[in-house]
C-alpha cells in the first residue's frame, strides 16, 4: 500500500508536535466532558457502590482494547500488509480476538465485582453486574474496534504516522463514550 504524503517512513519532532498539538487539545477537552459527565453521575455511583469499583476498569479496557487493535493495525500498515478491505481475514480475525477479549475481561470484571460485593456487603445480584459489565463492555469494545479502523485509516490517508495519532484518539473518545454507556446501561438496568 502506497504512502499518500510519503512521511510514514519519516521521523520529525516538528511534524510530531505540528500533528499533535491542535489533537491533543481537542482531546483534553473531550477527556473535560467525560469528567463532567462522571461528576453528574454521583448519585447514582454513591447508591450502588459495586458501580463506582467498576467505572476505572470498564474506561480503561475500552481504552486499552481499542489501543491494541490500533497498534496491530499500523504495524501492518507499516510492513505494507493491509489493505483497509472489508475482506481482510487477518482484519477480522484481530476484530473477532479483541471483542473475545472484552468478553472474557469483562466477564471477569463482574464476577469480581459481584464477589468483592460478597465480602463488603454489596448487595447487587450477579446477573445484575453480569448484564451491565458484558453489555457496556461489548459496546464500548465496539465502539473502540471502529474508532481503530476509523483513526487508523483515517491518518494514513492524511499522510500522517497512524503510530503517533491512534492510541490518543481511541482512549480518549472511548473513555468518554464507555462512561456514557457504563452510566446508561446502568441506569435501564437499575430503573434509576
Do not use: K, Q
Request: hydrophobic share 55%; glycine share 10%; with cysteine.
Amino acid at each position: 500500500m502506497a504512502d499518500p504524503g510519503g512521511s510514514l517512513g519519516s521521523w520529525s519532532t516538528r511534524r510530531i508536535i505540528r500533528n499533535m498539538f491542535p489533537l491533543l487539545v481537542v482531546l483534553s477537552v473531550i477527556v473535560l466532558w467525560a469528567g463532567i459527565t462522571l461528576e453528574g453521575a454521583e448519585e447514582l455511583l454513591a447508591e450502588y457502590g459495586l458501580l463506582a469499583v467498576m467505572v476505572p476498569v470498564m474506561v480503561g479496557m475500552g481504552g486499552n482494547l481499542g489501543a491494541i487493535l490500533s497498534a496491530r493495525l499500523t504495524t501492518r500498515l507499516h510492513l505494507g500488509t493491509t489493505e483497509f478491505d472489508p475482506r481482510d481475514r487477518h482484519l477480522w480475525a484481530t476484530v473477532s480476538a479483541i471483542l473475545a477479549l472484552a468478553a472474557t475481561v469483562f466477564s471477569t470484571l463482574a464476577v469480581t465485582v459481584w464477589l468483592f460485593g460478597r465480602i463488603v456487603g454489596g448487595g447487587l445480584p450477579l446477573s445484575t453486574i453480569l448484564f451491565i459489565s458484558l453489555s457496556s463492555g461489548l459496546s464500548v469494545a465496539i465502539i473502540a474496534v471502529c474508532f481503530a479502523i476509523a483513526a487508523t485509516y483515517g491518518s494514513y490517508r492524511l499522510g500522517i504516522d497512524p503510530d503517533d495519532t491512534t492510541i490518543p484518539i481511541v482512549t480518549n473518545v472511548v473513555d468518554v463514550f464507555g462512561m456514557l454507556i457504563f452510566l446508561g446501561i446502568s441506569r435501564w438496568t437499575l430503573g434509576v
